[in-house]
C-alpha cells in the first residue's frame, strides 16, 4: 500500500473522529490509528505506524496539528477545534483536504528555497560590496 492511500485512511480516520468530537480538543496515537487501518487493509500495523508517525510529525511542522503529550509510548498527537486542520475535516471530503495539506507542503518548500536563495544572492552581493570598499579604501589610501 502506498503513503498516500495511508495519508488518505488516516485523514478519514480523523474526520471520523472529528465528527463524534464534544470538546475543543481531540486527540490520538500513531499506533492506535495504524491499528484501525489495518483492520481495513488487513496488514501488519506496524509498517503503517511509520508512515503515519511520519505524516504526523510533517502536519506538526507545518502547525497543523500539535502534540500534546510525550511519554515513554510515545507522542499524543491533538487537533484543536478552532485549527486549520479540523475546519478542512469537517467542511471537505478526505481527498480535497489531503491535496490542500500537499500544496501547503509545497507552497512551504518553494517558499524556503525561495528564501534560502535570496539569503544565498544577499550574502554574495554584500561580499562583493565589501571587497568593492575594500579596492576603493585602498586605492584611496595609496593615492593620498
Known sequence: MDNRKI???VLQFLKEIISNARGQL?????????????????RS???ESVVIRNFFEELVEY???QVIKKSARGKVYGIYRN????????????????AIIENIMKS??????????????????TQSEETNVNERTNVYTETV
Open 7 to 9: 495519508k488518505m485512511l
Open 26 to 42: 481531540v486527540t490520538f496515537r500513531p499506533a492506535k490509528i495504524a491499528q484501525e487501518i489495518s483492520s481495513i487493509t488487513r
Open 45 to 47: 500495523p506496524r509498517a
Open 63 to 65: 502547525k497543523l496539528i
Open 83 to 98: 485549527s486549520m486542520l479540523w475546519n478542512l475535516l469537517e467542511h471537505y471530503d478526505v481527498g480535497s483536504v489531503l
Open 108 to 125: 512551504e518548500g518553494s517558499i524556503m528555497v525561495n528564501t534560502m536563495t535570496g539569503l544565498n544572492n544577499t550574502s554574495k552581493f
